[in-house]
């Protein structure tokens, strides 16, 4: 941005705040800046019927491992559910894939232009019907029944946040490390259970971050501001494939974009360490 360029930080912050309240995000490169939107237009389909749980799970590409996942989801979940993809690849295979695989449990939310990883889950969580939302990486393969235990980890009114892969602040919040729990700090984005409700009234997830590194730390940071509790229930019966957008990325990149997501984390909640559980 030009007044970046003429070192007028506080100017150039303030546009950007008025372009974020709009629905738009500027995206700095060495190219210059460009404008990207952050939330998804509203759905034009017809509502769903409630259900009650959504499995949710944001395609980037890599229609195997959505194939795999949708399969083991549907077939393991006890529970009422709905299953949604959120195909954020741009990719005219992956929406030819998905529009064969239409069914009564199973809806697509289509992003074109593709949006950051944190406006892509919110396009989710803001569609789902069902009154909790399970969060899951498409790389993750259910081998039983895991929907059942996290729905009833979140029957307990003082847990916001459940899943199998928790995390620990390592005595600061600049560092976090895997946790059996059952009590943890935040829970990981492989599989993470919450309450539609309560994403909604916390903002959902940030949408700066474009990349997904950090960003289910900081909502869970954002679930549990009220003083609810983060649930690890470990031993649940999934299996972690490769992470495809880890894998993908160049690791000079992934190291630059999970820094930054740090810094965005830690500007909002250095001030929060009472949310560790170890402190």
């Known amino acids: ?10 100017a150039a912050d303030a546009i950007r705040e008025q ?36 499995l949710l799970a944001v395609v ?26 959120v195909d954020n690849s741009q990719d005219p295979r992956i929406a030819g894939w998905l529009k064969n695989r239409a069914a009564e ?35 993750v393969e259910l081998k039983g029944d895991v929907v059942s235990p996290l729905l009833d980890a979140l029957s307990d009114p003082t847990v916001a946040v459940a899943g199998p892969f928790g995390l620990r602040g390592q005595g600061t919040l600049k560092e976090f490390d895997s946790s059996p729990g ?10 993470l259970a919450f309450r539609r ?18 960003a289910d730390v900081e909502f869970s940071f954002r679930l549990r501001a009220g003083g609810g509790r983060a649930v690890a229930l470990a031993g649940l019966p999934l299996v972690k494939h490769e992470h495809r957008l880890w894998e993908s990325t160049e690791p000079s990149e992934r190291e630059r974009l999970s820094k930054r997501n ?18």
Not at 182 to 191: F, H, R
């Open 1 to 10: 941005m030009e007044r970046r360029r003429d070192r007028d930080f506080e």
């Open 262 to 279: 740090m810094y965005r984390f830690l500007d909002r909640w250095r001030d929060r360490e009472d949310l560790l559980v170890g402190q």
């Open 182 to 191: 059952p009590d943890v700090d935040a829970i990981e984005g492989y599989c």
């Open 19 to 54: 372009l974020r309240a709009g629905g738009w995000d500027v995206l700095d490169s060495a190219d210059g800046s460009e404008l990207q939107a952050i939330k998804a237009p509203p759905s034009a389909d017809p509502k769903a019927p409630p259900r009650d749980v959504t």
């Open 105 to 139: 449990r199973l809806r697509v939310i289509t992003l074109d232009p593709p949006l950051g990883f944190g406006a892509a889950v919110n396009a989710g969580i803001e569609d789902a019907a069902g009154k909790d939302v399970i969060l899951f990486d498409p790389g």
């Open 197 to 214: 409700a309560d994403a909604l009234a916390a903002g959902g997830f940030d949408t700066r971050f474009r990349f997904y590194r950090m």
């Open 60 to 85: 980037h590409g890599w229609q195997p491992d959505a194939e795999r996942w949708l399969l083991s989801a549907s077939t393991h979940c006890k529970a009422d559910f709905e299953a949604v993809l």
